[in-house]
Nanobody, 130 residues
Framework: QFQLVESGGGLVQPGGSLRLSCTSP????????TAWFRQAPGKEREGVAC????????FYADSVKGRFTISRDDGKNTASLQMNSLKPEDTAVYYC???????????????????????WGQGSQVTVSS
């Protein structure tokens, strides 16, 4: 069955960088729209970034635009979130999410919506602190 396995995360000082990755063992992630969400303590889960099936469309929340980059490496069957210039307010559990994308621009077209995504990773803690 389809599942997402995350790696990365950890503790970093403000201004530092981290990279999160997720893969889907036995399934080609290139056929799926993928996204990253995060949830800080006491807050609702929010969409951070997404990328559609054909790598032609990406979306970033205003809070991370210019600092985070979402990408997918089809050769490695991996989706990644490169996080630079991290701030304490980026501290959260980060979740990789995916949904089968038929290639009709249904997903990640100017927004990232939690209800769109069917499959979820286990979550990775990112802590930004000095």
């Amino acid at each position: 069955q389809f599942q997402l396995v995350e790696s990365g995360g950890g503790l970093v000082q403000p201004g530092g960088s981290l990279r999160l990755s997720c893969t889907s063992p036995g399934y080609f992630l290139r056929y799926y729209a993928t996204a990253w969400f995060r949830q800080a303590p006491g807050k609702e889960r929010e969409g951070v970034a997404c990328i559609n099936r054909d790598n032609g469309s990406t979306f970033y929340a205003d809070s991370v635009k210019g600092r985070f980059t979402i990408s997918r490496d089809d050769g490695k069957n991996t989706a990644s979130l490169q996080m630079n210039s991290l701030k304490p307010e980026d501290t959260a559990v980060y979740y990789c999410a995916a949904v089968y994308d038929p290639g009709t621009n249904e997903f990640c077209s100017g927004y990232v919506k939690e209800a769109d995504y069917r499959f979820w990773g286990q979550g990775s803690q990112v802590t930004v602190s000095s």
